[in-house]
């Protein structure tokens, strides 16, 4: 309800500052220009804050809501990815279907659409493409409750691991083996890419809510990833940080508070 309010007042103060602006463009005394520009400039300073956030505002507290399978609606990531021999990547994810729940993420690079993609489709299980060289992963988002998931992988051996809710569900080599993930890629929430940020099919989106997206250019330990997960040990990643600025969303997505590590948990 508060993000509610904030939106609504926002769009009051909006309002408000296009009629000033009408306003000023017709104002007759030099006195009249003054206060309307005094005015403008203190509505401005407050939708400036209300974008900023309300108190108590923290950029990583949110999430993004898919809540239909369209081939327009996405959230796009600001940052990119360097070169990279590892990674881990770890995220809050709840499906609202039970089966099939799409692409949470897709990194994309000229040349090549699927450098890293997390895909369920149909009744097959989570799948990690890698240079579009594809394993199945031993995790399951199909009760609709909310999952922590982590991936591993380094180009050493293609050597993977999949963590769900803070534990080891397993792991395997040859994936990529020896391929660095190629740089300068866009990242997109809730769609799987066919060409760079874009060309998506609706038959492959998410549906459901995504959250905490953080990426590091390192394998983390398993205590390090069961931290994250039971909310013991906030890790934020090094190459990609859940931050509301960083990410836009587009095509009808929504961003809005995410629970507190107690009401994720079930506590």
């Keep these: 309800s508060l993000q509610s309010k904030l939106l609504e007042l926002e ?3 909006l309002a408000k500052l296009l009629e ?3 306003e000023q463009t017709t104002a007759s005394g030099e006195r009249d220009k003054q206060d309307i520009e005094k005015e403008l400039s203190i509505l401005q300073n407050r939708i ?3 974008e900023q956030g309300y108190p108590g505002y923290h950029p990583e507290n949110f999430k993004l809501s898919f809540s239909v399978r369209t081939n327009y609606m996405y959230g796009r990531m600001k940052k990119t990815l360097p070169e990279l021999y590892a990674f881990t990547i770890c995220l809050w994810l709840k499906s609202k279907t039970t089966s099939g729940s799409g692409t949470p993420f897709s990194y994309s690079v000229h040349g090549q659409p699927n450098e890293i993609v997390l895909l ?6 989570m799948e990690l493409l890698i240079n579009d060289k594809v394993t199945q992963l031993p995790v399951s988002l199909k009760d609709g409750m909310w999952h922590h998931i982590c991936v591993a992988w380094t180009t050493r051996d293609g050597m993977w691991t999949a963590f769900q809710d803070g534990k080891k569900k397993g792991s395997n080599e040859n994936l990529s083996a020896w391929h660095p993930i190629k740089p300068n890629g866009v990242i ?6 066919d060409a760079v940020g874009g060309r998506f099919d609706a038959t492959q989106a998410f549906v459901g809510e995504v959250s905490q997206f953080n990426m590091w250019d390192r394998v983390l330990t398993n205590s390090e990833i069961e931290g994250i997960a039971n909310c013991t040990m906030p890790l934020s990643g090094n190459l990609i940080h859940w931050d509301d600025r960083q990410v836009d969303i587009f095509g009808g997505a929504t961003k809005s508070p995410f629970e507190s590590c107690e009401e994720r948990l079930g506590h």
Excluded: R, T
Excluded at 120 to 125: D, I, K
Excluded at 188 to 193: N, V
């Design 11 to 13: 769009a009051q103060l």
């Design 20 to 22: 000033l602006e009408k």
């Design 48 to 50: 400036a804050e209300l």
């Design 120 to 125: 369920e489709w149909g009744h097959n299980p």
């Design 188 to 193: 997109i929430f809730g769609q799987e890419q």
